[in-house]
């Protein structure tokens, strides 16, 4: 038997996320091909590049989603400090546990209390908490996501009340609560103003010490502000996304290598 997670202990520690030539398909199409990528421990990595090119895809590789799609395979490694997420020794809910997700559309269950949301992730992964464990969890992950003091004086009222931007930062409280050592994050601020997207950078910039984050974003100024590296996925003309290109991000921006990436970080294409 397994002994369930206590959350008193649980302070995971930080964890680098690797993809070892991985490649995708849907049915007999191909859409990635051999993609390798180290992602550090404590950085943010920014995933940039047009629609269509792999992005979403690449990021649900990392965290077993991809395999839930009927017609879709794969090939290659995921590693979460060495250890290979597709090991077949590894259970899947124990894979994604370690790594949250974050959609581009904010997804709190929208009847269900604010503080629920935040702990509706301890069941479904089978951490047990007592009531003040959860309040104290509460607490903790919503002011991690930069949201305590505006939602500290009604937790009982349901997420589905509150703005876009508070919608977001109380699905990243949840992704939080399950203690994740990476948080992968699809376009998170697509669906929000400039204000709660800047409100939400800050929040990621400051989760960054206690979390490996992979962000995938369209945003070329919030790929700056907010990632340590990059990587430039691309898909020519019916063929399968790579990554053109990866580095530290201030020289991905002044000066890349490659002039697919050039015209792209400039705006051409
Ligand atoms: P991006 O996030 O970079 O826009 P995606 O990963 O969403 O790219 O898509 C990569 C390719 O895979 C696209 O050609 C897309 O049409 C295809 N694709 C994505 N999801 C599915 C799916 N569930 N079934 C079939 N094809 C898909
Ligand atoms: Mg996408």
């Known amino acids: 038997m397994k002994e369930p997670v206590s959350l008193v202990d649980a302070r995971p520690r930080l964890a680098s996320l690797e ?14 091909d051999r993609v390798s990528l180290l992602m550090p421990a404590g950085k943010v990595t920014a995933l940039i590049g047009p629609s269509g090119c792999g992005k979403s895809t690449f990021l649900r590789i990392l965290n077993r989603m991809h395999e839930l799609v009927p017609s879709a395979s794969l090939a290659g490694e995921v ?3 060495e250890v290979d997420i597709y090991d077949a020794g590894l259970r899947i809910t124990d894979a994604r546990r370690q790594i949250g997700m974050v959609f581009q559309k904010p997804n709190p269950f929208p009847a269900m209390s604010i503080q629920d949301n935040v702990t509706a992730g301890l069941v ?29 004086d009604r937790l009982r009222q349901p997420g589905g009340g509150l703005s876009g ?30 204000t709660s997207t800047r ?19 369209h945003n070329m100024q919030q790929a700056a502000r907010v990632s340590d590296q990059c990587a430039f996925f691309l898909a020519e003309a019916g063929t399968p996304g790579v990554i053109v290109e990866h580095g530290p991000t201030d020289l991905m921006f002044e000066a890349p290598q490659d002039q697919r990436t050039m015209d792209y970080v400039n705006g051409v294409f």
């Open 19 to 32: 993809a070892r030539a991985v490649s995708a398909w849907f049915g007999d199409r191909k859409v990635l």
């Open 79 to 81: 590693l979460v400090d």
């Open 124 to 152: 479904l992964t089978g951490i047990k908490a007592g009531k003040a464990e959860r309040a104290d969890l509460v607490e903790e992950c919503l002011t991690k996501a930069g949201l305590w003091n505006e939602v500290k």
């Open 165 to 194: 931007g508070q919608q977001q930062r109380l699905c990243i409280a949840r992704s939080l609560a399950v203690r994740p050592r990476i948080l992968l994050m699809d376009e998170p601020c697509s669906a929000l103003d400039p």
């Open 199 to 217: 409100r939400i950078e800050q929040t990621i910039q400051e989760l960054a010490a206690d979390v490996t984050i992979v962000i995938v974003t």
